[in-house]
């Protein structure tokens, strides 16, 4: 299985709401990541988790509130958003965050967030 | 700014033909470098990496070329087909040994006439 899932695909929320994002891989990866993505730009790094330990965070406000349970498993928990936030939010994993060996990052599909 | 970035943002070539698409990159402590295919609608598709300690790469239909002394990475589309239109982009790891910072170039957008 070299798939990563993300869930929900699509997801309309107001700025008052609080709406999670889930993220899973049964690669047995170690390392997890959340990226954001405006149309028709590349993707920014937001957070990267290693070992379920949060390894980098990109000063990404604090409405965004990332979580890994385990070492499946990645969540983004949303709260009080901006329209600004609006965007396709991507997952990625990768074996681990070693430089010593080819390591690429696998992404998900995505969620595609409207913020009301 | 960006450290990485990419010569051309829209690339139009004839089914059958090759496609060379080009990034450049600032950064001289990135190491690992990565070409990402995302069709619309969907995350993007590893495609094929190379470490700076190589200047070539060859996969299926694909070879990237790294340059160091220019900071030019290249991804080369061999006999492009319909289903290679999408945007491409360029990476690379800008803290150097460590390959959980990916920068993203600003992409090209790849379209492939039947």
């Known amino acids: 299985d070299t798939e990563v899932t993300q869930t929900p695909k699509h997801l309309v929320m107001g700025m008052t709401n609080k709406k999670s994002l889930k993220c899973e891989q049964h690669?047995?990866?170690?390392?997890m990541y959340w990226y954001k993505q405006k149309a028709k730009k590349p993707p920014e790094l937001m957070f990267v988790?290693?070992?379920?330990?949060?390894?980098i965070n990109e000063s990404v406000p604090s409405r965004f509130s990332p979580e890994c349970p385990n070492s499946s498993l990645l969540n983004l928990h949303l709260h009080a958003l901006q329209p600004e936030d609006s965007a396709l939010y991507l997952c990625?994993?990768?074996?681990?965050?070693?430089?010593?060996?080819?390591?690429?990052?696998?992404f998900g599909p995505g969620t595609r967030l409207t913020v009301l | 700014g960006e450290s990485v970035g990419l010569h051309l943002p829209t690339l139009s070539v004839q089914e059958g033909d090759n496609s060379i698409i080009n990034c450049a990159y600032s950064?001289?402590?990135?190491?690992?470098f990565i070409w990402y295919k995302q069709e619309s609608g969907k995350g993007p598709q590893f495609i094929i990496d190379?470490?700076?300690?190589?200047d070539k790469r060859q996969g299926q239909r694909v070879t990237v070329l790294l340059n160091k002394t220019v900071k030019h990475l290249s991804l080369q589309i061999a006999a492009t087909q319909p289903g290679d239109s999408a945007v491409y982009f360029c990476?690379?790891?800008?803290?150097?040994?460590?390959?959980?910072?990916?920068?993203f170039g600003k992409g090209t957008k790849l379209s492939v006439k039947p």
């Open positions: 950064n001289s402590a990135s190491d690992y």
């Open positions: 690669m047995g990866h170690r390392a």
């Open positions: 988790y290693s070992y379920e330990k949060l390894s």
């Open positions: 190379i470490r700076s300690n190589m």
């Open positions: 990476a690379e790891n800008g803290n150097g040994g460590s390959q959980g910072n990916l920068i």
């Open positions: 990625a994993s990768s074996q681990d965050l070693s430089g010593s060996s080819y390591n690429e990052q696998f």
